[in-house]
């Protein structure tokens, strides 16, 4: 059963960027079937679709942070990262990856690591 | 973007009778060329991420207790807990995956009454 588990700093400043890396085991990243994504959620509230990564480095962003959000993948590590620039108090949240299953020409996440807590404050 | 809004916000129901939780989209998710609508549900308890309970609106993942059963088509769609158990309380969420990006509902806290 494949397992995903976050890592990086739980602090950063405002204008910082924040790095997390997610790093899967009992699975491999280069499996044709899966894409790999990052989603958030704010303390009591909803979650957010911020961006998928393929094996090949292949990515889609949600546009509403696309232009400070950078996704790459180890395959050698069987690891993926978030790059997440220009910070605010706004992007406080727990912030998870999953697994995006390939399924009918869409994808939906069908598991998730625990998530980290990043906490955006000088 | 596609706005997903769930109802109600919250549900106190009794154990072992049934729980309903609706979810409506801005626009349809049905594709008409498999006739698959590209919904999920999802539930979150306290501390712990997402778990896939349904995807393709009625199709429920392995593993998951047949208690949940999700229907509907287009633009509306229910998740349907049987007969609640307590380690059913939760927060459930629905999510698109029709158009980039996917979304969710808000939520839906199902509580012990």
């Known amino acids: 059963q494949v397992q995903l588990q976050e890592s990086g700093p739980g602090l950063v400043k405002p204008s910082q960027t924040l790095s997390l890396t997610c790093t899967v085991s009992g699975g491999s990243i280069s499996s044709g079937s899966y894409y790999w994504s990052w989603i958030r959620q704010p303390a009591g509230k909803g979650l957010e679709w911020i961006g998928r990564?393929?094996?090949?480095?292949?990515?889609s962003y949600n546009p509403s942070l696309k232009s400070r959000v950078t996704m790459s993948v180890d395959t050698s590590k069987n690891q993926f990262s978030l790059e997440l620039s220009s910070l605010t108090a706004a992007d406080t949240a727990v912030y998870y990856c999953a697994r995006e299953r390939l399924e009918s020409g869409s994808f939906f996440p069908d598991s998730w690591g625990q998530g980290t807590l990043v906490t955006v404050s000088s | 973007d596609i706005v997903m809004t769930q109802s109600p916000e919250s549900l106190g129901v009794s154990l072992g009778e049934r729980a309903t939780i609706n979810c409506k989209s801005s626009?349809?998710?049905?594709?008409?060329?498999?006739?698959?609508?590209?919904l999920a549900w999802y539930q979150q308890k306290p501390g712990q991420p997402p778990k896939l309970l349904i995807y393709w609106a009625s199709t429920r993942e392995s593993g998951v207790p047949d208690r949940f059963s999700g229907s509907g088509s287009g633009t509306d769609f229910t998740l349907t807990i049987s007969s609640l158990q307590a380690e059913d309380v939760a927060v459930y969420y629905c999510q698109q995956y029709y158009r980039t990006p996917p979304t969710f509902g808000q939520g839906t806290k199902v509580e012990i009454k």
């Open positions: 990564i393929y094996n090949s480095g292949s990515t």
């Open positions: 626009q349809s998710v049905l594709y008409s060329s498999n006739n698959k609508n590209y």
